[in-house]
């Protein structure tokens, strides 16, 4: 345990049911010691207390949820809960996430807002010069293969890890090629990009979805 998960321990002590690691970077830019941290305690009341968490910089995401509302809380953040569980590390605690039952249906809603609303974006951003076009295509990448990443995993069972197993997969699942977001995940800094093929790309996912 490091100083940063045993801050965290010492904060909330005994309300303190489980602590998890978990999620990996999903591009390149992402700095690698970027931490994301799951605590499920058993009541939230410590969070309101004058202490603070040394090293809590460091930690690029804790997430808090006592165990009724992460129960109450699958169908709203059904990926984000399916990430924490294929990738889950338990510090300490009892591993409360191998329980959990995620279901097909929420996760592919979610999918389907998630890449609907990147189309949506790329479409709106059309207009907008070519640099301000990479930064559309950059920052909806990782949320692209994240949801591709949860869905994929309960459609078929897979247990893809990488950002270059969830394209593969994807392109085997639509028979069709990505090439923008396989630059995108092959480099932190892409060159030019065909923002109209990428759309095109994105929009091939969203009809593959629909059609569930």
Do not use: C
């Amino acid at each position: 345990m490091n100083t940063v998960t045993q801050s965290i321990v010492t904060h909330f002590g005994a309300s303190l049911d489980a602590l998890y690691r978990y999620g990996r970077q999903e591009l390149p830019r992402f700095r690698s010691d970027e931490v994301h941290l799951l605590a499920v305690v058993s009541n939230t009341e410590i969070l309101l207390n004058d202490y603070k968490v040394p090293f809590l910089k460091k930690i690029h995401s804790l997430q808090v949820f006592t165990s009724a509302e992460l129960n109450r809380s699958l169908d709203v953040f059904p990926l984000e809960f399916l990430d924490m569980k294929l990738d889950r590390e338990l510090i300490v605690g009892t591993d409360v996430l191998a329980s959990i039952e995620v279901a097909i249906h929420n996760v592919r809603h979610q999918a389907e807002f998630s890449l609907r609303s990147t189309l949506l974006r790329a479409r709106q951003a059309a207009l907008l010069t070519p640099k301000d076009q990479r930064g559309v295509v950059g920052n909806s990448a990782s949320d692209v293969v994240r949801s591709l990443r949860g869905l994929l995993n309960m459609l078929h069972g897979k247990a893809l890890k990488t950002p270059e197993e969830v394209v593969l997969a994807t392109e085997e699942w639509t028979s069709k090629a990505l090439p923008i977001l396989r630059n995108l995940l092959e480099s932190d800094r892409p060159g030019a990009i065909d923002f109209s093929a990428y759309r095109k790309e994105i929009e091939v996912l969203v009809d593959r979805i629909d059609a569930l």
